[in-house]
T-cell receptor
Framework: AQSVSQHNHHVILSEAASLELGCNYS??????LFWYVQYPGQHLQLLLK??????LVKGIKGFEAEFIKSKFSFNLRKPSVQWSDTAEYFC???????????????FGKGTHLIIQP | DAGVTQSPTHLIKTRGQHVTLRCSPI?????VSWYQQVLGQGPQFIFQ???????GRGNFPDRFSARQFPNYSSELNVNALLLGDSALYLC???????????????FGDGTRLSIL
């Protein structure tokens, strides 16, 4: 079955620690890849996206992600996290695998990140 | 500029009833998508509409339907509500529709639907 898998459901880090959240998808065709973030009490916001070109993409707030096609992965990274990064993080893909229209996204279950001061 | 707006914010219904949720996209956006987010899970795609036509559908029963109006706003309707329909319903808009898949979607705050 086509899906998006996020390896860690809960992650707790201290401020200034480095972050890497894993995301794998199961689809062999062309995909567009996204990371969304949901801060407490707020709506989903786009962190970064990959459509084509350089597989290392940079997003807002110091986040970056690397698309590794051979591993079907799109891991999110940040060198030094801050308390304000506490949020829910969702990896998403779209393409024929979404089961719907071209713009329908398939999301992972999310990773709840807690940054301790 | 206003973002995606959804109404109502919260709604409580009983089993068997029907519900209508509303969404206004960002000005200039012509595509609206609906998602269901159950607690502890990621959003699941329900529908996409573009230029008033259904362009995509996820794996949801026929009790779920939607439509898009000439002003690009949209309604999601759910009939014969079940306890399992309790969820956050998200609306997302993007500038264009089917065939231009590489567009980020902009999400609203959602409607929290509780079924008793």
């Amino acid at each position: 079955a086509q899906s998006v898998s996020q390896h860690n459901h809960h992650v707790i880090l201290s401020e200034a620690a480095s972050l890497e959240l894993g995301c794998n998808y199961s689809y062999g065709g062309t995909v567009n890849l996204f990371w969304y973030v949901q801060y407490p009490g707020q709506h989903l916001q786009l962190l970064l996206k990959y459509f084509s070109g350089d597989p290392l993409v940079k997003g807002i707030k110091g986040f970056e992600a690397e698309f590794i096609k051979s591993k079907f992965s799109f891991n999110l990274r940040k060198p030094s996290v801050q308390w304000s990064d506490t949020a829910e993080y969702f990896c998403a893909v779209n393409g024929a695998m979404s089961g719907g229209g071209a713009d329908g996204l398939t999301f992972g279950k999310g990773t709840h990140l807690i940054i301790q001061p | 500029d206003a973002g995606v707006t959804q109404s109502p914010t919260h709604l409580i219904k009983t089993r068997g009833q029907h519900v209508t949720l509303r969404c206004s996209p960002i000005s200039g956006h012509k595509s609206v998508s609906w998602y269901q987010q159950v607690l502890g899970q990621g959003p699941q795609f329900i529908f996409q509409y573009y230029e008033k036509e259904e362009r995509g559908r996820g794996n949801f029963p026929d009790r779920f339907s939607a439509r898009q109006f000439p002003n690009y706003s949209s309604e999601l309707n759910v009939n014969a509500l079940l306890l399992g329909d309790s969820a956050l319903y998200l609306c997302a808009s993007s500038p264009r529709g089917t065939g231009v898949g590489n567009q980020p979607q902009h999400f609203g705050d959602g409607t929290r639907l509780s079924i008793l």
